[in-house]
């Protein structure tokens, strides 16, 4: 009975030992796919054997195929910053790219060519009494990207309520998303989507208006943009207020991705991908849906 119990004694001592080490616990990174191509500035021609390198991160880097293209893979998720360099080009750094681990991120890179710099030549006149003293007002256009968007407070990822916060440029006290440059009517604003004049693209918009309850282009399709509010260029005939000229993103050439969301304003659905199954394609196609919940 005693030799019983002492090996019951023992084997409780040993459950108690193993029960008090603490176990490792492992956390996985989530990574994705960065990619892109690298092209001349002035040419567009690809610029092989260009660098790419993840800053911070000197072991995630590469270089460019014979047509200027470049893959990083395994980048942790997050916002991260591309250092590219090439012979007899300026180096350039990207900063703010948003890798999330729903999508590859796909990005066009432009490089310009390097020059020799000289001394400088300092050529000084008299003052023009007919200056402004605002040195900023030099001209009055805005370029803004679909991220920014996101950034601003109450903009729900629609660029038409984020010019509101623009200087020269307010909202209507409705709540709708008209835009009213300088005192002007919303109905001088002038739409255009890849340079071709388009009517409102507004959900719900009154008649005649520029303004809805939200913008009906899906910001999954959408590109870095332009919003004029003055001084505009001859292409701008039919402005009177301001204009908004938008460009279409390039969607993912090898992966067909797809994306939904829902909110209290609406629902966004979007789909992008290669438009031949296998083949390396410079030209990529993205739908999307945007339906206001008004």
């Known amino acids: 009975m005693l030799h019983l119990t002492s090996r019951c004694l023992v084997l409780l001592i040993l459950l108690l030992s193993v029960m008090s080490y603490s176990l490792p616990v ?3 990174t989530i990574t994705q796919t960065v990619r892109g191509r690298i092209v001349d500035d002035d040419t567009r021609m690809p610029l092989p054997g260009a660098n790419i390198v993840v800053v911070g991160h000197e072991k995630l880097g ?3 195929d014979s047509d200027g293209y470049f893959r990083l893979e395994h980048v942790p998720v997050g916002r ?15 900063q703010n790219i948003l890798v999330t681990s729903g999508k590859e991120t796909v990005l066009e890179v432009t490089l310009k060519e390097s020059l020799l710099i000289m001394d400088a030549v300092e050529v000084r006149a008299g003052a023009d009494k007919s200056e402004i003293a605002n040195e900023m007002a030099l001209t009055s256009a805005r370029g803004f990207s679909v991220e920014e968007t996101k950034r601003y407070a109450g903009s729900f990822n629609d660029p038409a309520r984020m010019v509101s916060a623009y200087a020269g440029v307010d909202a209507d006290v409705s709540g709708n998303n008209s835009i009213i440059v300088r005192g002007n009517s919303p109905k001088g604003i002038q739409w255009r989507l890849e340079g071709i004049d388009i009517p409102n693209p507004n959900h719900f918009a009154d008649e005649g208006s520029t303004g809805g309850p939200i913008n009906a282009l899906n910001s999954q399709m959408l590109a870095n943009s332009e919003f004029y509010t003055g001084a505009f260029a001859p292409e701008f005939g039919n402005a009177l207020s301001g204009v908004f000229d938008m460009k279409l993103r390039k969607g993912n050439n090898e992966k067909r991705e797809y994306s939904f969301s ?16 296998g083949e390396k394609l410079l030209i990529s196609s993205i739908t999307g849906i945007r339906h206001s919940a008004s």
């Open 26 to 28: 492992f956390s996985q």
């Open 80 to 94: 991260i910053s591309l250092a590219m360099s090439f012979i007899g080009y300026e180096s350039r750094i990207m």
């Open 262 to 277: 829902i909110g209290v304003l609406g629902t966004d659905v979007s789909a992008e991908g290669h438009l031949s199954k």
């Open 62 to 64: 590469t270089s460019s």
